[in-house]
């Protein structure tokens, strides 16, 4: 059974940075592409980020240069390192395949960027 855990977020002044990472749990996890997503309040969730089982990524614009995903696919694990954060970043943040599986979002991490 696949599920996703997802933490490491917290509140951070802006300027500053964060790792956020992504336990899964079931097989065959590296072969799926997997993403980081986010949601702010009064908003839809958004894709910020995507890895393929090869590596390969892909980035939202609004945090190109800013934020990097990586995985280990023996850990089963994915990372989000967030830098250079700004109040625009504050949302909840989740992981999960891409395209994503409704049935797989997990309870995401709180990200918030206040001084």
């Known amino acids: 059974q696949v599920h996703f855990v997802e933490s490491g977020g917290g509140l951070v002044q802006p300027g500053g940075s964060l790792r956020l990472s992504c336990a899964a749990s079931?097989?065959?996890?590296?072969?799926?592409?997997m993403g980081w997503y986010r949601q702010a309040p009064g908003k839809q969730r958004e894709l910020v980020a995507i890895?393929?089982?090869?590596?390969?990524?892909n980035y939202a614009d609004s945090v190109k240069g800013r934020f990097t995903i990586s995985r280990d696919n023996a850990k089963k694990t994915v990372h989000l390192q967030m830098n250079s954060l700004n109040p625009e970043d504050t949302a909840v943040y989740y992981c999960?395949?891409?395209?994503?599986?409704?049935?797989?979002w997990g309870q995401g991490t709180q990200v918030t960027v206040s001084s």
């Open positions: 079931g097989n065959f996890f590296s072969i799926y592409a």
């Open positions: 890895i393929i089982g090869g590596g390969d990524t």
């Open positions: 999960n395949r891409n395209p994503y599986n409704d049935q797989l």
